[in-house]
């Protein structure tokens, strides 16, 4: 499948921006969402299963969620900046970054453990997704990128929204150059980002596997076998565990009471909302807010580690 046809269903969301440093353990690791390598200045050497990449000067990297991958570093003098991002929009960003900061060590195990949090990776296993930008093109990639950088490790007024749209030109940019490779994503990974794509956009309304399959244009028997050998779960158990991790989400922010929570995850009403949350997680939505906002509040201090 051609590469244009996964373009206008990106809507990319930045987690996390640092530079990669010395300390870095020679390693293998997975990890959940994924993470774009610029190489302003030294080399880097990325190794997969299949494939090892050797970064330079200009060149840029693309690593799928849950593939296995090492980093090594190969020059002294080096600025490799990297970013973390959801290629697709998702909702539970602060829920992820909370696992990892409490098990980021969980990273180097043989496979990841919290299946809900693993993005949805398109491209095929064999996909190159590296690319060397040249000339004028390079020097013009090379300044968004340390000024995506710096929006988003100051966090002034607007730099949500200023750091998307950097990023964006920097993805336009990069997938340009990309498209002129071969095919390289599978029709049914892309189908299964649709899928996913619709539970998230509407996950305030009661979603059933029907209109899914409507929305699509397939037959829902087909749509659930297929999700359920990407994702190890029917549609149904991943619409629940969305509306959860939502939920844990929402409830994170004080301003926003349990009336609103109901309206924005498809529930009628606040005892509803409160039931379905408490037979899943054990404990009603405003015990769970009362545990989890200290934890919250203490995590906003964080160093800016690859993870």
């Not at 990669?20 to 353990?25: D, F, G, I, L, T």
């Not at 200009?58 to 090492?70: A, F, V, Y």
């Not at 697709?88 to 980021?104: I, P, T």
Request: aromatic share 10%; glycine share 2%.
């Amino acid at each position: 499948m051609k590469l244009e046809s996964l373009i206008n269903h990106i809507n990319p969301v930045i987690r996390k921006i640092g530079v990669q440093n010395n300390e870095w353990p020679d390693k293998k690791r997975i990890i959940y969402d994924y993470e774009m390598l610029f190489c302003i200045k030294g080399s880097l050497q990325v190794i997969e299963d299949k494939q090892v990449h050797m970064l330079k000067r200009n060149d840029c990297l693309l690593i799928p969620p849950n593939k296995k991958h090492r980093l090594k570093l190969t020059s002294k003098d080096h600025l490799i900046i990297w970013v973390h991002f959801d290629l697709f929009s998702s909702f539970n960003q602060r829920s992820l970054d909370a696992s990892l900061r409490n098990n980021h060590l969980d990273l180097f195990k043989k496979e990841l453990e919290n299946r809900v949090f693993i993005r949805n990776n398109v491209f095929k296993s064999d996909a190159d997704l590296k690319v060397s930008f040249e000339d004028e093109l390079a020097e013009d990639l090379t300044s968004k990128v340390l000024n995506l950088r710096q929006v988003f490790t100051d966090k002034k007024a607007f730099y949500v929204l200023e750091s998307k749209c950097i990023f964006l030109s920097i993805l336009t940019s990069y997938f340009k150059e990309l498209e002129k490779s071969y095919d390289l994503i599978h029709e049914e990974d892309l189908l299964e980002v649709l899928i996913s794509q619709y539970i998230h956009e509407n996950i305030h309304e009661k979603i059933s596997v029907a209109e899914i399959g409507k929305q699509v244009g397939y037959h829902p028997d087909y749509l659930n076998r297929l999700f359920k050998q990407k994702k190890a779960c029917s549609i149904r158990t991943y619409i629940t565990d969305y509306k959860l991790m939502t939920i844990k989400e929402l409830l994170l922010n004080e301003e926003m009471n349990l009336q609103e929570i109901s309206e924005m995850t498809g529930f009628s009403s606040v005892n509803y909302l409160s039931k379905f949350f408490k037979s899943h997680v054990g404990i009603r939505p405003i015990q769970y807010r009362k545990v989890n906002l200290q934890n919250s509040t203490s995590s906003k201090c964080e160093k800016t580690t690859n993870i």
